[in-house]
Structures are given as C-alpha cells and as structure tokens.
C-alpha cells in the first residue's frame, strides 16, 4: 500500500486486566520493526493510560486550564475591566479548556472535589476580596457560591454527560 512505519514514532500499549500476563513484555516485534511499550499517551487532548485511569486525564486538565487562567491572570486583576467581562471570559476561555472531552470522564468524588477547588480558585481571583470592619478577607466558599449562581464545573460536567 505504500505506508511505512516510523519506528521511533510508533509505540503500543497494552489496556487489560490481566497485567501479570504481560508484565514482562517491553517491546513488541513486527517484522523487522521493534515497537516500544508506553504506559499512557496523548490523543487528540485527551491522556489515555494502560488502566483507563481518568485521574490523571482530569489532572492534564487542570493543569492546562491553570496555564490558560495564568495568561489571561493580569485581565482578571485589573480594575478597569468589569466583573461581568471577566465572568465572561472566565466561561469562554478559561473554562472550556477543562472541560474538552469531559463527557467521557467517569468522574469520583475525589475528582469533584479537585475540579470545583480549581473552579473556586479562579471565582475568587474575579470576585475579589471583600472588606469587613476595615479588614480584608478571602470570600467563603458559599460567598463565591451564592454570587456566581449557576457556575458549577462538577454540575454542568454531569449535565453534559447525560445529553450525550
């Protein structure tokens, strides 16, 4: 047909349950190729392990939508931007990072818990700080809650799951 192997591309993996069988298994041979095993990769954004793990998929997540609040970090700070334009961009930039390919995840309570600390973390940095009797303090958690309304991450991942 045409099609050649770039061996150094070309990896494999195993995805079972029955991991002593192939333990010791760490390169593959076809034909006068040998392929190298890998425990996880990336495909198309999303990070496949050899135990269907999401965990660490979610975790990817995070992490990229950590680097794109950081970019965006000196807009949410400033004062002469508007708390509904950053809202705004919040759920057009931001968010969306974390959430491509969530409707595959099959999300733990552990998983929940790491996603809306994340959500929670950025709320505050728009919502900002609030003065009581001369003092400045964080928000709570249900301060942050009661001003963003309808802006669960874990909520709207289930949402999207089921309408899928």
């Not at 961009?89 to 600390?117: H, Q």
Request: proline letters at 2%; charged letters at 30%.
């Amino acid at each position: 047909m045409g099609l050649r192997i770039n061996e150094e591309k070309t990896k494999y993996m195993i995805n079972t349950r029955n991991k002593v069988r192939f333990r010791n298994e760490k390169h593959l041979q076809v034909c006068n190729y040998e392929l190298e095993r890998v425990g996880e990769f990336k495909y198309l954004g999303s990070l496949i392990t050899e135990n269907s793990d999401n965990n660490t998929d979610i975790k990817a997540r995070i992490m990229a939508g950590n680097r794109s609040y950081y970019s965006v970090l000196p807009l949410l700070r400033s004062k002469a931007v508007s708390r509904t334009i950053k809202i705004r961009m919040y759920k057009t930039i931001i968010r969306p990072v974390v959430l491509y390919d969530s409707e595959a995840w099959c999300l733990m309570a552990n998983d929940g818990k790491n996603l809306r600390i994340w959500e929670r973390k950025v709320l505050r940095k728009i919502f900002g700080p609030i003065c009581v009797a001369g003092y400045w303090r964080s928000r709570t958690n249900e301060e942050v809650r009661q001003l963003c309304g309808e802006l669960d991450i874990v909520t709207d991942i289930k949402k999207k799951g089921r309408l899928r």
